[in-house]
């Protein structure tokens, strides 16, 4: 099998009390050997490893300003390294390699990531660089928005050089084109969200408050990460509702939108009476979703007045490694229309999916036929799977519950659970690259472990009291009724 389009394989996965941020302007400043001084999850003896190793790979550079683009990257690479327990002078060269990207017009995203995919011993056949500027032919969803954002960026600050100026504006245009399906998603996400907040406008205030953030926090995302996404000024405008903006992004891309949601604010389920309990009555279920109404016809929005921008082009075949991927993909669909019929994941302000008797023991056997599966990203068998595509997996073998495809927008669904109040079947989310953000997910297991697929050991179960695991823990989300 080629290896050449293997950089697809990322670890990525969507504030934490332990996660810590190497993008922020405080810990910017700090250097390289400081970064690894602070952290908390280093014994004494692997904080003097760490710091000969990356002595040794950087030079002087172990001690630069940590506010270099270049040292935030490597920082993340460390981090990442660290997480996933690699050995520290394998881990050096790699931190190093994805510094010295970055002064090669590197986009970060992909520096990182390419780094972390040699230090699982699948470095792939092109160089990062080639991999940055012919992204459209390796489209990835997980990287996709942030990789969109930092072209952006570059492009207005001026700071692409001339003659790969023209490169980059065409796989911004070619990425965006690509993103557009992702753009549709979202926005039906947040129509359905505007439709709970609606609903639960006279409710509890614990769930409308939290409605109100999950929708405040995708508007932001929408707006930041999907900038040019849509063609049609409608599908832009952000004083429109996202249903009329989801609707036009439809029409865009020639298909037929879903009636606008309905959503009634379900009651909780009845609590059992001491008589039902006497006479062994189960409790009633709580009622049942509402069935979406009927949305009156659309009108075909009017043509955009702005010059439409030109198809992507054609990508080259693929190799082989590409057309594996793809067969994954085609699994992952055909799986997706056999469990379509099955409870989709509850958003903020659903009730949480009532589990069967004995969960718990389907739960391990679950994860039990799992572990040992190799890592390998857009995965969704036994051949190989990623860190969300096997908490989907579980999900919807075990409770036959569909969970959305990255952890990101995993991280989205069901409510929010402290840690002390962990309970098995909860989701548990880290920050593995500190970069501020969800890159990892694991499914709760009980007595302090939980399982996830690691990049370095495949499916397996770990201890979550582990101090690395500790310091990257971004949050937990709770789906099933307990």
């Not at 699982?120 to 990789?147: C, H, M, S, V, W």
């Not at 509702?241 to 989801?246: G, V």
């Not at 007595?447 to 050991?457: L, T, Y």
Request: positive net charge; contains cysteine.
């Amino acid at each position: 099998m080629k290896r050449h389009a293997l950089w697809l394989a990322l670890v990525l996965g969507s504030g934490a009390a332990g996660a810590a941020n190497v993008t922020t302007p405080e810990a910017r400043k700090r250097t390289l050997l400081e970064y690894v001084d602070e952290r908390d999850d280093l014994g004494a003896a692997e904080k003097k490893d760490w710091d000969k190793a990356l002595r040794l790979a950087f030079g002087g550079a172990a001690i630069k300003d940590g506010s270099d683009e270049g040292i935030t990257v490597a920082k993340s690479v460390v981090a990442a390294a660290i997480f996933f327990d690699v050995e520290p002078k394998r881990a050096a060269r790699a931190a190093f390699d994805a510094y010295h990207d970055t002064y090669r017009f590197v986009p970060p995203p992909i520096a990182i990531n390419y780094q972390i995919l040699v230090l699982q011993g699948r470095k792939p056949a092109a160089t990062a660089r080639q991999l940055a500027f012919d992204f459209p032919r390796y489209f990835n969803q997980e990287i996709a928005p942030d990789l969109a954002v930092w072209w952006d960026e570059m492009l207005a600050a001026g700071a692409i050089p001339a003659l790969e100026r023209r490169a980059v504006e065409a796989a911004l245009a070619a990425t965006r084109e690509l993103m557009r399906p992702m753009l549709r998603e979202r926005l039906w996400r947040a129509t359905e969200l505007e439709a709970r907040q609606k609903a639960l406008a006279v409710g509890p205030a614990g769930p409308k408050a939290e409605v109100k953030k999950a929708l405040t926090e995708l508007s932001e995302e929408i707006g930041r990460d999907f900038k040019g996404v849509g063609r049609a000024a409608a599908i832009r405008d952000p004083g429109a509702s996202f249903y009329d903006r989801y609707a036009a992004l439809c029409v865009e891309l020639q298909e037929t939108p879903k009636p606008r949601p309905s959503y009634v604010a379900a009651m909780p389920a009845p609590k059992a009476t001491p008589q039902a309990e006497a006479q062994k009555l189960p409790v009633p279920p709580p009622p049942p979703r509402p069935v979406d109404k009927p949305a009156p016809p659309m009108e075909r929005p009017a043509p955009p007045t702005e010059k439409p921008v030109p198809p992507p082009v054609a990508p080259r075949p693929p190799p082989d490694a590409v057309i594996e991927e793809a067969r994954d993909a085609a699994v992952s669909e055909r799986q997706a229309q056999k469990f379509a019929g099955h409870v989709p994941a509850p958003f903020s302000g659903d009730p949480l999916v009532a589990p069967f008797g004995g969960w718990p023991k389907i739960l391990n056997k679950t994860v039990d036929r799992w572990v040992g599966t190799p890592y390998l990203w857009g995965g969704v068998s036994h051949r190989g799977i990623d860190c969300s595509g096997f908490t989907r997996q579980v999900f919807r073998e075990a409770f036959s519950v569909e969970l959305p495809r990255n952890s990101r927008e995993q991280f989205a669904t069901g409510a929010k659970v402290e840690r002390p109040q962990l309970k098995a079947g909860d989701l548990v989310f880290f920050d593995t690259m500190d970069r501020g953000t969800v890159t990892h997910v694991g499914v709760y297991l009980g007595d302090g472990m939980f399982a996830h697929a690691s990049s370095s050991k495949g499916v397996t179960r770990a201890d979550l009291a582990a101090k690395y695991h500790q310091r990257a823990f971004w949050g937990s989300r709770r789906l099933l009724r307990q």
